[in-house]
């Protein structure tokens, strides 16, 4: 009787740890669709047992003097496949996304025996390990409509149709605002002037808008599912640009639109002050307006191209 008492107190708190260990994932998975773990973490949440869950894990080395170019880009498409799981229908909390790197967690690397990265393994929460729960980048493709299937094969969670949606919540206030602003000045124009119709500046500005929207990224956003920002978990903080060239955010997209804006104004004002009739004075305010747009946000754009693309040599007056 003793020995089957014991036996069932250890089987409560075995399935209260099994519950801890879950809904921390869960608060974890909601903040970063892909948790980046220390040593720690992974031997706690992953090896350590109760698991009733499988991880997919990547293992990688984003360190810049390990100029490894294939890591971030299957970061990159390990982000959007874990973005596609958490917004599917299917999503449940028996699937769950995570990330190492080799600087920060050697000793993972060297127990789960992983020698090179990117590389990316499915553990399974009841079954054995086999080869076929290996995903190199190696000899399979860089994609994460590959890396889909293959999760979706190995996990057998019938994850559903690839999708790269993105939650409401990022953009329903801005788009609302903006749907907002625009139905209210086309009440206003239809109302009281609707001549803008034959306006060339009317005609001009709109072009002008939806040049600055797409070459700032925003098509190619749409096409990649990418997130309005991403926060990390091992330093807490929430970057809304992200410092490798081939991947943006949507808060990236609207600094790059609004730098664009400013730089154009500043050449309109240098435009309007050397053609117009207006005063001196007038003229030369507008000048020095547009000179310091003009060189400040250009200045900032060349610093953003360099924050990405490292090696890219030009700046005007910041680094």
Not at 143 to 165: E, I, L, P
Request: charged share 20%; glycine share 6%; proline share 3%.
């Amino acid at each position: 009787g003793g020995w089957r008492g014991a036996r069932k107190g250890m089987m409560r708190l075995g399935q209260k740890v099994l519950e801890e260990k879950v809904r921390q994932l869960m608060d974890w998975t909601k903040r970063d669709r892909v948790m980046r773990m220390n040593t720690a973490a992974f031997n706690h949440f992953v090896l350590e047992k109760p698991r009733n869950y499988s991880v997919i894990a990547m293992f990688t080395a984003l360190q810049r003097f390990r100029s490894c170019a294939p890591c971030k880009l299957a970061v990159e498409e390990f982000q959007v496949l874990a973005g596609s799981w958490q917004f599917s229908s299917a999503f449940s909390n028996k699937v769950f996304f995570a990330m190492l790197d080799f600087d920060e967690s050697p000793e993972v690397f060297k127990t789960l025996q992983v020698k090179g990265g990117p590389v990316v393994l499915h553990l399974p929460a009841k079954s054995e390990f086999t080869a076929d729960d290996i995903y190199n980048f190696q000899v399979r493709d860089i994609s994460a409509q590959h890396m889909f299937t293959w999760v979706d094969d190995r996990t057998g969670r019938w994850m559903g149709n690839f999708t790269t949606r993105q939650p409401i919540h990022f953009h329903y206030p801005f788009k609302l605002g903006i749907s907002v602003a625009l139905i209210g000045g086309l009440v206003y124009v239809l109302k009281w002037k609707r001549t803008f119709i034959f306006s060339k500046n009317f005609w001009a500005v709109l072009a002008l808008c939806f040049v600055i929207l797409m070459s700032s990224g925003r098509m190619w956003i749409h096409i990649r599912g990418a997130p309005f920002a991403e926060s990390k978990t091992h330093t807490g903080q929430t970057h809304y640009i992200q410092d490798t060239y081939f991947f943006q955010y949507v808060a990236e997209m609207y600094i790059i639109s609004l730098f664009y804006m400013c730089i154009t104004l500043g050449m309109v004002l240098l435009s309007t002050a050397a053609t117009s009739r207006m005063n001196i004075i007038r003229r030369k305010i507008m000048s020095v307006t547009g000179m310091c747009l003009l060189v400040i946000f250009f200045s900032w754009l060349l610093s953003l191209v360099r924050l990405k693309y490292h090696v890219y040599p030009f700046r005007i007056l910041m680094n």
